[in-house]
């Protein structure tokens, strides 16, 4: 099972894309401005996306992915691609995006019988069954409803926190499980640490407590900085210590899960 980094900033600019990642050929894990890298044909080969909250730079690719792949899916008799995301997310997606307004109802079009996208409500806890791939959703600490992810293998698993603050629920879930991969958000340095906690978001000050809550060996990313701030967060995160290897993830990078 392979994970490529799509997009990792926090915002835009030159080289930065926000958050995506893309699990072997058919799963996204939100859809940020990444996914507009992949050429159409690979486009066309998604069935899922996973969203972990309503915030735009997680979904503004949904319906641009939508519209681009249309034709292709439906000469293909592909079935919709299938949107996967908390009840509150794909509220918010359904009235502020495809709404007719700001995007057409995709869920509508080419047409009701057989349109490009459907939504699949899941809740925290479930474990999501996607064409042999197990994916788990985890609990997050945001300014709105949020998740993160688990990609289940059985030598370890790639786990994504989503946009969150402090959260204790992640890491008492998280106690037991054989997590090999860590995904975490540091958006802010310490010197906005006020706005991190406003904006529901860490920074390397309160990134050091979250992570010694984790059990053994792990590979540990660091995502969502703001373009600009990489190397002073980076550098906070240094003085933090400690034995376990922390690295700024970039765009391309792959994980390879099973993988000595």
């Given at each position: 099972m392979k994970i490529r980094v799509l997009g990792c900033s926090g915002s835009?600019?030159?080289?930065?894309?926000?958050?995506?990642?893309?699990?072997?050929?058919?799963?996204?894990?939100?859809?940020?401005?990444?996914?507009?890298?992949?050429?159409?044909?690979?486009?066309?080969?998604?069935?899922?996306?996973c969203?972990?909250?309503?915030?735009?730079?997680?979904?503004?690719?949904?319906?641009?992915?939508?519209?681009?792949?249309?034709?292709?899916?439906?000469?293909?008799?592909?079935?919709?691609?299938?949107?996967?995301?908390?009840?509150?997310?794909?509220?918010?997606?359904?009235?502020?995006i495809f709404n007719g307004v700001i995007w057409p109802d995709f869920t509508r079009l080419p047409n009701a019988e057989h349109p490009t996208l459907s939504f699949e409500p899941f809740q925290v806890g479930d474990v999501l069954e996607l064409a042999g791939r197990r994916i788990e959703v985890l609990s997050a600490a945001h300014t709105v409803p949020a998740v993160g992810f688990a990609v289940?293998?059985?030598?370890?698993?790639?786990?994504?926190?989503?946009?969150?603050?402090?959260n204790p629920r992640l890491w008492e879930r998280l106690h037991g499980m054989s997590v090999r991969h860590l995904v975490i958000e540091t958006a802010f340095s310490n010197d906005e640490s006020t706005v991190a906690h406003i904006s529901g978001h860490l920074c390397p000050a309160t990134l050091g407590p979250e992570l010694a809550q984790l059990e053994g060996p792990v590979d540990i990313g660091i995502t969502?900085?703001?373009?600009?701030?990489?190397?002073?967060?980076?550098?906070?995160?240094?003085?933090?210590?400690?034995?376990?290897?922390?690295?700024?993830?970039?765009?391309?990078?792959?994980?390879?899960?099973?993988?000595?």
């Open positions: 835009i600019a030159a080289g930065s894309r926000t958050t995506s990642f893309l699990v072997d050929q058919d799963i996204l894990l939100d859809a940020g401005t990444g996914v507009g890298d992949l050429p159409l044909e690979e486009l066309a080969n998604i069935d899922h996306i969203i972990s909250h309503s915030h735009l730079d997680h979904v503004l690719s949904i319906g641009l992915l939508a519209d681009s792949v249309l034709r292709l899916r439906t000469a293909a008799r592909r079935p919709p691609i299938v949107v996967h995301a908390l009840p509150q997310t794909i509220a918010a997606l359904r009235e502020h289940l293998h059985p030598k370890g698993a790639w786990v994504f926190t989503g946009d969150t603050g402090p969502h900085i703001k373009p600009g701030e990489v190397e002073a967060v980076m550098a906070e995160i240094a003085s933090l210590g400690g034995e376990r290897k922390v690295h700024a993830l970039a765009t391309g990078d792959v994980v390879e899960l099973g993988a000595l």
